[in-house]
């Protein structure tokens, strides 16, 4: 649980902590099944970059003046969204790009971010150097709302994709309203930062970290893990997660000595600058570990992955010729100005969700063993404890396909406008117009958009269908009467989900 670690980052540096117990013993323990083995930072020069304080602030410099410039240019620059370096920018390249290094990378994003990486050095009152003081109150935030974990981040990811709907923010629409957006949002961080302690608004509010996280553990990097876990259980000190005289306590509350994913691993790399017995490493690990692996399965990032995959599946229907009668029809009926509706666009979004929560439900009544228990405890499952057994390596077997869902539904922008960024940055020179030939260049056809989008999302099923087969035959296969059948249905699932996704993609013609 999050508030646990709250605790344990906040305890004096001389207090001793107590640990659970080793699951496992020996080299089991030390390296788990969930544990990568490949350490970038055992390369000497990748080491001195981690090492040095400076590395994060490099990383979000260049983006932090981007960032600055699309606010600036989107108030001040011309209207013509194609020709507006802030929102050809942002639309056509940003967001496409930001999923390419979930992909790959994780939460890479994160290390880079602008809007969290400019609160931060506000609260720490520094850009790079280690300071002993923050600014702001230091608050933690409520458990209450910290228990919804990864569903508080998807509410505001809802909010906020409404809003840009509602606005036609990424059409692209007017400029000035991208750069409102993005005035918002750092607002917001800002405000979060002076008020709670470390990243609170990156774990627990920012609109784009549940997506990030489960997107992101389809990706290669691990994150920072420990090198030895029974080093980190013996630890006094736990400097990785209270803080050095030369690193910050991890501002995201995870202790490497427990990280089984990448989920919430922002790659600040505060834990290896702090920890005294330089146990502590950046790892590569095999693309999908992160979402096979961990043996810890959280309710709340499954809901997370339904409520994403309900959203995908509105924005694609939206997208197509049978959506605009019902949208207008309730605009009509609840006296609603326009698209979009927030009946329908909450109704279809709660619909893709509990396709997923009753597939899972019927999956576990039909297959689940009359003794319903965990072979390893021997304990009876009630029919909640039964539900979620089921519901939550169902929805991370989802991850592939919903990444490659989001990921295929920004292709239309990026093939069709992105070379549009190359006028737009003349534009500002005054040297260009919507006479240049890359204003109206297109990288694909809308026949060949639609089959990249297709062969995308198709890539995602088949990751999705494996990783659901192999989660399946460790989690539901000990649970069930039937090992093949409960496998054969999960993995069904998923390949049905792909199914529908790319139907969709062909009906919409490439519409963006």
Request: proline content about 6%; overall charge positive; some cysteine.
């Amino acid at each position: 649980m999050a508030t646990k670690m709250e605790e344990l980052a906040s305890e004096p540096a001389w207090t001793p902590v107590k640990l659970r117990a080793p699951q496992r013993s020996g080299l089991e323990e030390r390296f788990a099944a969930t544990d990568p083995t490949l350490e970038l930072s055992r390369h000497p020069l990748v080491a001195r970059i981690l090492k040095n304080r400076k590395f994060q602030f490099l990383l979000i410099l260049p983006n932090q003046i981007v960032f600055w410039t699309v606010i600036s240019i989107g108030l001040a620059g011309t209207v013509d969204p194609g020709l507006n370096f802030g929102t050809a920018i942002t639309w056509y390249v940003w967001f496409c790009l930001v999923f390419v290094m979930m992909v790959v990378v994780g939460r890479a994003w994160c290390a880079m971010c602008p809007f969290g990486g400019f609160a931060e050095w506000v609260q720490r009152r520094a850009l790079f150097r280690r300071t002993q003081k923050a600014l702001g109150l230091g608050l933690k935030f409520p458990e209450p709302l910290a228990r919804f974990g990864f569903v508080l981040p998807v509410a505001s990811f809802l909010i906020l994709t409404w809003i840009e709907e509602f606005f036609n923010i990424a059409g692209p629409g007017t400029p000035a309203y991208t750069s409102w957006m993005v005035v918002g949002i750092v607002s917001a961080a800002l405000l979060f930062f002076l008020v709670f302690e470390r990243r609170t608004f990156c774990r627990y509010v920012c609109p784009l970290t549940t997506l990030i996280g489960t997107v992101g553990s389809v990706g290669s990097v691990a994150g920072f893990r420990t090198r030895d876990r029974d080093v980190c259980l013996s630890c006094k000190t736990k400097d990785c997660m209270r803080g050095s005289e030369d690193g910050y306590g991890c501002p995201w509350y995870t202790w490497p000595g427990s990280a089984d994913s990448n989920l919430y691993c922002g790659l600040c790399s505060e834990c290896y600058k702090s920890c005294p017995e330089g146990n502590v490493g950046l790892f590569l690990q095999k693309p999908l570990t992160s979402v096979i692996a961990p043996r810890r399965r959280r309710i709340d990032v499954a809901w997370g992955i339904a409520l994403l995959w309900g959203l995908v599946l509105y924005q694609q229907f939206n997208a197509t010729s049978a959506f605009a009668p019902v949208d207008n029809w309730l605009n009509s009926t609840l006296h609603f100005p326009h698209y979009p509706d927030p009946v329908d666009y909450l109704g279809f979004i709660a619909i893709g969700a509990s396709i997923v929560a009753a597939v899972s439900w019927a999956v576990g009544r039909g297959f689940a063993s009359r003794a319903v228990g965990f072979v390893r405890t021997g304990h009876f499952l009630d029919r909640s404890s039964r539900f979620r057994a089921f519901f939550a390596p169902v929805a991370y077997g989802l991850i592939p396909v919903v990444g490659a869902d989001y990921f295929a539904r920004q292709l239309p922008k990026f093939l069709q406008s992105a070379p549009r960024v190359v006028p737009a940055i003349e534009h500002i020179f005054g040297f260009s117009s919507t006479k240049s030939s890359l204003y109206s260049f297109s990288l694909m056809t809308n026949g060949w958009i639609v089959v990249t989008q297709v062969a995308v999302v198709l890539l995602g099923t088949a990751a999705a269908a494996w990783a659901t087969w192999k989660i399946a035959g460790r989690e539901l296969v000990p649970v069930s009467r039937n090992a093949i059948g409960v496998r054969v249905a999960t993995v069904t699932f998923a390949l049905a989900c792909g199914a529908a996704a790319a139907f969709l993609y062909v009906l919409m013609h490439a519409a963006d």
